[in-house]
C-alpha cells in the first residue's frame, strides 16, 4: 500500500540529503490543560535540526492565525499570510518541510502541530511536507543537530492560490454538510470526548449531532511525531467509509487535531476536504446549535425516597 500523494510526507534520509534546498519550519508545542506553555521556544534554542527556524504555530495569535479573530488558531488573513511568509523567506519556488518534537511527558501529540501548518500552508499554495517521525527520530538516529540560529533569507513576495479557501468551512458549512446525503462530519477527538464521558468542550459536551467519530489515533502513534504506515492509514479511513465520501469536514476543539484526519485524506488523494475553523470552541457556545451527549445523566447522591 502506497500513498497517492507521498510528496506531502518525507523520511529522515530524505530530509537529510535534502538540508540546503528546503526551508525547514519547526512547530514544536507544548500543552498543559490545554494552554500555551512557552517551554517549546527553549527546547528549540537546545537543539534543532541544522537550518531549522521556529515557527510559532501553537500560540493561539500565531504565524498563522488571525490575530483579529475572537477564537485562537483561527485562519489567518491572505495579507497577513503573505507577510508571515516574506519574514520567514519563503517565496512560490520555497520547499518547506515541517518538523516537530513531541514531548516525552504533557498533552501534546506533534503530528497535529505539524498538519495545522500543513493544512494552511498548502492550501495557500505552499509547497510543504511533514517530517515523519519528527525531530525524535532525528536525534533518535544519531543525525546532526545544533543551537545554531539560522536567519531567514529575502525572498520573492508569495503569491497565494486563487483557491486558498478550498480547506476552511466554517459554521454554515457545518450545517449544510450535516444536511447533505453526500458530505460526512467527522469528529477527530478521543472517543471519551465523542461520547460524552469527558469534559469536552465548552458548556456542553459530547459532539455535533451527526458527526462520525474517527479519532486521530487511528493515524498517528501517541507520544510521537510519527504516522502510522500507509496501509494502516488506508484500513482506517475506509473503515469509516472517508475515501469514498464524495465530500468530508473535519473538527475537533480548536481545529488543531481535526487538521490530522484532512492530512491522513490528502495523503490518499481526497480532493474535498475542508477543517471547521470554530470546531467545538465555537459550536458549543451556540446552544441553537445541535450536540449530542451520549453520557447518562448526571445522579443526585441524596436519595430522599427511601422511607
Not at 79 to 100: C, K
Given at each position: 500500500?502506497?500513498?497517492?500523494?507521498?510528496?506531502?510526507?518525507?523520511?529522515?534520509?530524505?530530509?537529510?540529503?535534502?538540508?540546503?534546498?528546503?526551508?525547514?519550519?519547526?512547530?514544536?508545542?507544548?500543552?498543559?490543560?490545554?494552554?500555551?506553555?512557552?517551554?517549546?521556544?527553549?527546547?528549540?534554542?537546545?537543539?534543532?535540526?541544522?537550518?531549522?527556524?521556529?515557527?510559532?504555530?501553537?500560540?493561539?495569535?500565531?504565524?498563522l492565525?488571525?490575530?483579529?479573530?475572537?477564537?485562537?488558531?483561527?485562519?489567518?488573513?491572505?495579507?497577513?499570510?503573505?507577510?508571515?511568509?516574506?519574514?520567514?523567506?519563503?517565496?512560490?519556488?520555497?520547499?518547506?518541510?515541517?518538523?516537530?518534537?513531541?514531548?516525552?511527558?504533557?498533552?501534546?501529540?506533534?503530528?497535529?502541530?505539524?498538519?495545522?501548518?500543513w493544512?494552511?500552508?498548502?492550501?495557500?499554495?505552499?509547497?510543504?511536507?511533514?517530517?515523519?517521525?519528527?525531530?525524535?527520530?532525528?536525534?533518535?538516529?544519531?543525525r546532526?543537530?545544533?543551537?545554531?540560529?539560522?536567519?531567514?533569507?529575502?525572498?520573492?513576495?508569495?503569491?497565494?492560490?486563487?483557491?486558498?479557501?478550498?480547506?476552511?468551512?466554517?459554521?454554515?458549512?457545518?450545517?449544510?454538510?450535516?444536511?447533505?446525503?453526500?458530505?460526512?462530519?467527522?469528529?477527530?477527538?478521543?472517543?471519551?470526548?465523542?461520547?460524552?464521558?469527558?469534559?469536552?468542550?465548552?458548556?456542553?459536551?459530547?459532539?455535533?449531532?451527526?458527526a462520525?467519530?474517527?479519532?486521530?489515533?487511528?493515524?498517528?502513534?501517541?507520544?510521537?511525531?510519527?504516522?502510522?504506515?500507509?496501509?494502516?492509514?488506508?484500513?482506517?479511513?475506509?473503515?469509516?467509509?472517508?475515501?469514498?465520501?464524495?465530500?468530508?469536514?473535519?473538527?475537533?476543539?480548536?481545529?488543531i487535531?481535526?487538521?490530522?484526519?484532512?492530512?491522513?485524506?490528502?495523503?490518499?488523494?481526497?480532493?474535498?476536504?475542508a477543517?471547521?475553523?470554530?470546531?467545538?470552541?465555537?459550536?458549543?457556545?451556540?446552544?441553537?446549535?445541535?450536540?449530542?451527549?451520549?453520557?447518562?445523566?448526571?445522579?443526585?447522591?441524596?436519595?430522599?425516597?427511601?422511607?
Amino acid at each position: 500500500m502506497e500513498f497517492a500523494n507521498p510528496r506531502y510526507l518525507v523520511d529522515t534520509d530524505w530530509l537529510e540529503d535534502n538540508l540546503a534546498n528546503v526551508r525547514i519550519l519547526d512547530v514544536t508545542a507544548m500543552l498543559t490543560s490545554k494552554l500555551i506553555n512557552r517551554a517549546e521556544v527553549e527546547v528549540f534554542a537546545k537543539s534543532h535540526i541544522p537550518g531549522a527556524i521556529f515557527f510559532d504555530v501553537p500560540s493561539g495569535k500565531g504565524c498563522l492565525s488571525d490575530p483579529d479573530a475572537n477564537l485562537p488558531w483561527t485562519w489567518p488573513k491572505p495579507e497577513d499570510f503573505v507577510a508571515t511568509m516574506a519574514r520567514y523567506g519563503i517565496d512560490n519556488q520555497t520547499r518547506v518541510v515541517i518538523v516537530a518534537t513531541t514531548p516525552r511527558e504533557g498533552l501534546d501529540n506533534g503530528t497535529m502541530w505539524c498538519t495545522r501548518a500543513w493544512w494552511t500552508l498548502h492550501h495557500f499554495g505552499v509547497d510543504c511536507a511533514i517530517l515523519d517521525g519528527g525531530v525524535e527520530k532525528w536525534r533518535d538516529e544519531g543525525r546532526a543537530l545544533t543551537q545554531e540560529v539560522t536567519m531567514p533569507p529575502a525572498a520573492a513576495p508569495f503569491v497565494i492560490d486563487d483557491n486558498w479557501r478550498r480547506g476552511l468551512a466554517g459554521k454554515n458549512d457545518v450545517l449544510a454538510a450535516l444536511a447533505s446525503a453526500t458530505t460526512c462530519v467527522v469528529d477527530t477527538l478521543a472517543e471519551s470526548s465523542f461520547s460524552g464521558e469527558s469534559a469536552g468542550y465548552g458548556a456542553r459536551k459530547g459532539h455535533i449531532t451527526g458527526a462520525i467519530n474517527v479519532p486521530i489515533g487511528r493515524f498517528t502513534i501517541a507520544g510521537t511525531a510519527k504516522f502510522r504506515s500507509a496501509a494502516e492509514i488506508h484500513e482506517a479511513l475506509a473503515a469509516s467509509d472517508l475515501l469514498a465520501t464524495e465530500k468530508v469536514v473535519t473538527y475537533c476543539g480548536g481545529a488543531i487535531a481535526a487538521t490530522v484526519d484532512a492530512f491522513a485524506l490528502a495523503l490518499f488523494g481526497h480532493a474535498d476536504v475542508a477543517v471547521y475553523d470554530g470546531s467545538l470552541m465555537e459550536w458549543t457556545a451556540d446552544s441553537e446549535l445541535p450536540m449530542t451527549d451520549p453520557s447518562p445523566p448526571a445522579t443526585s447522591s441524596d436519595d430522599t425516597s427511601a422511607a
